[in-house]
């Protein structure tokens, strides 16, 4: 059996950019894992409220989609986080999804890899994909997991990552390691 890898879709557009290009990832994946493709949007995820009932009890007293899907999150070989760029970061839809991985321990991230593509309209030299890949790699940093890919994209409707080769290309190969 396959090690599992799961590709979650921050954007709230369906097939917009940042979906194009997680879609060109698991099709490489596919290769070296199991891939489970998760929408954030679909799924109903409440934020999380700091009381600390999941560290000191174990469970979230949050009764909601997060439940099961932060239970595939721990069983994960590779996680792959395809956002837009919304104010300078990520989505909502992927930011209450990281908040709620709180409730994990620590041995649920380790050594487990994680890859983030990013799509803004902006270009690259923009602070946003600086931020973003600096978030992501302190929350490698501090749960120990393997930081092993990032990709920052300049693209919008009027010029879709699907137009753009190089940009696709880079997409496929980011989780074969020869970006």
Request: proline share 3%; net charge negative.
């Amino acid at each position: 059996m396959q090690q599992t890898m799961i590709i979650y879709y921050g954007s709230p557009h369906e097939f917009g950019n940042s979906s194009t290009l997680a879609d060109a990832v698991a099709q490489t994946a596919a290769h070296f894992y199991d891939v489970k493709k998760v929408r954030l949007n679909d799924v109903s995820i409440h934020p999380c409220q700091g009381c600390n009932h999941c560290k000191e009890e174990g469970t979230c007293i949050i009764h909601d989609d997060m439940t099961a899907l932060s239970q595939e999150f721990a069983q994960a070989k590779a996680v792959c986080f395809a956002t837009s760029v919304y104010w300078w970061g990520v989505t909502a839809q992927t930011k209450l999804f990281i908040d709620r991985l709180y409730m994990l321990p620590k041995t649920a991230f380790a050594g487990k890899k994680l890859y983030v593509i990013a799509v803004g309209e902006d270009t690259l030299d923009g602070v946003q994909y600086e931020l973003i890949d600096r978030q992501f790699k302190e929350i490698a940093k501090e749960t120990g997991m393997d930081y092993a890919g990032y990709l920052p994209v300049s693209a919008d409707d009027d010029r879709p990552s699907s137009d753009d080769r190089e940009t696709m290309e880079k997409a496929r190969k980011l989780v074969s390691g020869t970006n």
